[in-house]
């Protein structure tokens, strides 16, 4: 019988361990399983070349992100492995049985990073991880731009955001990230859409948007309204030595993966992240990643939250009432906290379908629901999958969150349906009606210099920063390979703005008595950290309009 130490709370300046001993399989809420697959398969048009394992090789295709729309629910599988045909796709709500065919979304034409016919100016999307739908029925996705990514690492191309309507499937605003806010080692993973202090007249434009870089740890911030990027660092988004191996049952493996589970409380206004090497639950404010980059010498105010019984990488939050949900991977259980009232639940413990829980969601369109992607990732990773299983699956608990209330008082967003009717394989009634398009912002106006400027006196010539960039041509005919000129200092261009790389092991931070860590100083406090800079990106061309 597995002895459970949940999250470890904070009180009085100690930190305590919760065990729940005896509280095992099943847990008090009901888990059904939405749709399961052996190995995934899309809709290939006649002429792809679908028997080329280099173009599709099914044991390398693995589900990390999940969004769940009104009518159809997307599925991110990022390029871990060569053989990923498409990075984004979506399967209908209404759909009945197992392993339905993917659906390359929008079409095909986004997903040429498979075939030698892409280019990074071109619409189009290289690996996505993470998906998000803002209230404007708009999906965001997080491209890393990244092929390959647990093999050779290939940076195709630089990363970016492309914002689709979900009403035309038209893309609406591509997101380019300035140089100066990306590393060589750079992997972009997930995303939080933050419309706290959106208005309604402004179409989601205005929004914050909270991104890890899982591999060159740090979160990225991009301020949407005014249109400005900048990034902040903290050692508690890297790895911990001591959790580099990952147990699931009878499997071990090794993945130092730093920050890459997100979670948002948007009533308290906290970010809780944490890495895959760790079995920690940190937090941070969104008033401390919008307040810009950090000072010299000053730290983000990081916090510790609490520990978990093993490592884990999805996170989910519910849009109110404080409540976290997390996954710990060797306990192969979904389970809760909420760390206003420190009540702890087991909502679900399955060895067979809750393996790798890579994306936790709550969507407010589905009222009370948590969804769960779970796949056999470490057999993929492993290279000992087993065909004739299910290794990938979407889970559904019901009646564990609470519904921000947005959609209650956006009556052009609100299904005629009671969400309490949709559940199991009858999600929609044939007289749901989807919300309506959202009418754009002004004018399209022409195409605006891609090259992104500080806005800073170090920048006195007006010279483009990050020139250490040059491309080449790739082996796939048309596609456009990012290098650096030289090698990396991650030492150095960690100091960017950013905290410092934190020693090696034996060094770790501690956390004091009260709870709050004691940061690592940096490296060299001579280096000039070019702080106190935003870095504005193309805002013509970042404008929504219907392209």
Known sequence: MHRWCLLAVVCSGVLVGIARPGQAVGGSHKMEVVKQWNLLNFNFPWDYPAASKEFYNPENVVATGLEVGYDRIFIATPRLFSGVPATVSSIPRGTNGDSPVLQAYP???????????????DIGLVSVYRLRIDSCNRLWALDAGVSRSLEDFEVTCPPKILVYDLHTDQVVRRIDFPPEVVRRESLYTNLIVDETTSRPENNCDDVFVYITDTVAPGIVVYDSGKDLTWRVSHPAMYPDPDFAESSILEHRFTLMDGIVGLAFDMEAGIVYFQPLATDRIFSVTTAALRAGPLPFGKDLPVKLVGRKSSQGIGLGASPRGGTIFYAPLSETAVASWNPRTNEHQILAQDQEKIQFAADL??????????????????????????????????????????????LATQSHLRPTVPYDTLHGNAYYHPSVVLPVPYKPLGPVLPPAATTSNPLSVFNTQNMPFGHG????????????????????????????????????????????????????????????DLNLLRYRKSVPVNQTALH
């Open 361 to 406: 969601r709550t969507p407010d369109r589905d009222g009370t629901a948590l969804y769960v992607l779970t796949s056999k990732f470490h057999r993929f990773f492993l290279k000992n999958l087993d065909a004739n299983e299910f290794n990938t699956r979407i889970l559904r608990i019901d009646g564990v969150a609470i519904p921000s209330g947005q």
């Open 469 to 528: 960039l040059f491309t080449k041509q790739s082996t796939f005919g048309h596609s456009t390979i990012l290098q650096q000129g030289k090698p990396s200092q991650p030492f150095f261009a960690l100091n960017n703005g950013e905290k410092s790389f934190p020693p090696s092991l034996g060094s770790r931070p501690q956390y004091g008595a009260s709870g709050s860590p004691i940061f690592v100083p940096k490296l060299n406090q001579n280096f000039n």
């Open 107 to 121: 079409d095909w034409t986004h997903h040429r990073a498979a075939t030698k016919e892409y280019n990074c100016s």
